[in-house]
């Protein structure tokens, strides 16, 4: 199984800056995914993000919002941008190895706005 | 695109009392895969089975074992003899093999009392 870490674990920032989320894996996986988990709510897919190639983003998450980086089969960034107060949740990174291999889940990121 | 239900909230047992948690799952796909994931109140997600269509035999490991009847589409996961450690939110959730990403249910939270 794949180990995934995330950095950071937390923060708290004010409205309208940026934050840069890292998710890195201890091993190359093909495909790794980016969800976001509202309080209190289940998970909902934001992108797919694949080496070499764009993400591929879910209805209701746009690029210029939510932009991935994806520069090797180990690392993978999401900046979640213009943060406003309903951005607050805890963000997730996985990973699998192709097919219709497990997912494996970083330990996420609470992001809360002010 | 798949579907999944999960129509217990929350469910709240003794320890040493078994609980089934269920999951009622919609899919076209021929061949699918069904997961279960447990989030503790740390937040982080913990696999704890894939299931592939194909293969109705039921599963045990340990405590846990899970019942797969593709007749009923559910996927139900039964844990004999509860623990406090139980306690948890758990996730089921069919694969989207065109997406190669989850769609997770709305989850059932596990309380188990003392």
């Known amino acids: 199984s794949a180990v995934i870490s995330q950095k950071p674990s937390r923060d708290i920032c004010q409205r309208g800056t940026s934050l840069t989320i890292q998710c890195q894996v201890d091993?190359?996986?093909?495909?790794m995914f980016w969800y976001r988990q509202q309080p209190g709510q289940s998970l909902t897919l934001i992108a797919t993000a694949n080496q070499g190639s764009e993400a591929t983003y879910e209805s209701g998450f746009v690029i210029d919002k939510f932009p991935i980086s994806r520069p090797n089969l180990t690392f993978s960034t999401l900046t979640v941008s213009n943060m406003s107060p309903e951005d607050s949740s805890i963000y997730l990174c996985?990973?699998?190895?192709?097919?219709?291999?497990?997912?494996?889940f970083g330990p996420g990121t609470r992001l809360t706005v002010l | 695109a798949q579907k999944v239900t999960q129509a217990q909230t929350e469910i709240s047992v003794v320890e040493k009392e078994d609980v089934t948690l269920d999951c009622v799952y919609e899919?076209?796909?021929?061949?699918?895969?069904l997961f279960w994931y447990k989030q503790p109140p740390s937040g982080e997600l913990v696999f704890l089975i894939r299931?592939?269509?194909?293969?109705?035999q039921n599963e045990i490991s340990g405590r846990y074992s899970w019942n797969f009847q593709k007749s009923t589409s559910s996927f139900n996961f039964t844990i004999t003899a509860s623990q406090v450690v139980d306690s948890a939110v758990y996730f089921c959730a069919p694969l989207d093999t065109g997406r190669r990403a989850l769609t997770f249910g709305s989850g059932t939270r596990l309380q188990v009392q003392p």
């Open positions: 996985s990973g699998d190895s192709g097919g219709a291999d497990t997912q494996y």
């Open positions: 299931r592939n269509s194909f293969d109705e």
């Open positions: 091993s190359q996986v093909t495909m």
């Open positions: 899919t076209r796909d021929t061949t699918y895969y």
